[in-house]
């Protein structure tokens, strides 16, 4: 695509460095006593304790277009205090492929099992990300994007009616060093209508003024194999979406198989208006995985 910067192929790991070990620790290290095979077998009540406190799951949050990783912290709080480690993931939002390589190189770097969640566009990014790790638990979706093969976010928004996105829209062409392309923002006059019914009017505007702009092009971009196909999945239908209809909600769920639940009244920004029902998905789906 046009303007969007090279990535890393999958797996690629030039970027890593070696890690060299203190002295002090190799020494430790060295001198840790014997122990007989005797004494090595762990008592049945400690495998058992050891399995209760067993390191939970890191979620990794995958926002979408017009917003950035601040929309999910009422669900990161939550989430930190039930003790699952999170990261909150910067989607570039310049391309589908050039996204989902990059939530992809970053699920190469997350040591033990994940549960990847993704917010309208950010649900196109995971359902390609996710394709090939084996790490990756449970797909989670929130009022998202969950292609097929060959599906694009737009086909997906004009599948049933009730959207008001497309005329919401406001283009501006960018221009980057080598390229340019056509950026989207929803119009700040109609963001509340469209994104965020059931926020108040004051904090809408604020997120229309801070949202970060999507490369149309990849709102226009061909799905790839979804991972969905072969990692278990979860959604969450927001009831009164104006930005994907509920319709078109519960049809990606139903046909991923997902387990679903639907957020009654809830608008586009679900997470924001509802995040503990938003966390409680992320954990039943966490929890199914153990």
Do not use: C
Not at 29 to 36: D, E, I, M
Not at 152 to 163: I, W
């Amino acid at each position: 695509m046009p303007g969007t910067p090279s990535v890393p192929p999958h797996g690629n790991r030039w970027f890593h460095r070696r890690v060299a070990i203190p002295a002090a620790l190799a020494v430790a290290v060295l001198t840790v006593p014997a122990v007989s095979p005797a004494s090595s077998a762990p008592a049945p009540s400690t495998v058992a304790a050891q399995a209760r406190h067993a390191p939970k799951p890191t979620v990794v949050l995958v926002h979408g277009a017009f917003a950035d990783s601040s929309g999910w912290s009422g669900v990161i709080a939550r989430l930190r205090h039930d003790g699952y480690p999170v990261i909150a993931a910067a989607n570039p939002l310049r391309g589908l492929d050039s996204d989902a390589a990059y939530v992809s190189s970053l699920l190469d770097s997350v040591p033990g099992p994940v549960i990847l969640v993704g917010h309208s566009y950010g649900g196109e990014v995971i359902t390609n990300a996710a394709v090939g790790h084996a790490n990756v638990k449970a797909l989670v979706y929130i009022a998202a994007f969950a292609p097929d093969q060959g599906e694009s976010g737009l086909a997906l928004v004009g599948l049933n009616p009730g959207s008001q996105l497309g005329e919401a829209l406001v283009v501006r062409p960018y221009a980057v060093a080598g390229g340019g392309g056509a950026d989207g923002y929803v119009d700040p006059a109609k963001f509340r209508t469209v994104m965020a019914a059931d926020l108040r009017g004051s904090d809408a505007e604020l997120l229309a003024a801070q949202q970060r702009p999507v490369d149309l092009a990849a709102l226009q971009a061909p799905s790839g194999v979804p991972a969905w196909k072969t990692i278990p999945s979860w959604y969450l239908v927001a009831g009164a979406d104006r930005a994907i209809p509920a319709a078109t909600e519960k049809f990606m769920a139903r046909r991923a198989g997902a387990h679903t639940v639907v957020v009654d009244g809830a608008s586009h920004l679900v997470m924001l208006s509802h995040p503990g029902r938003v966390e409680n998905l992320i954990v039943q789906a966490a929890k199914a995985t153990d």
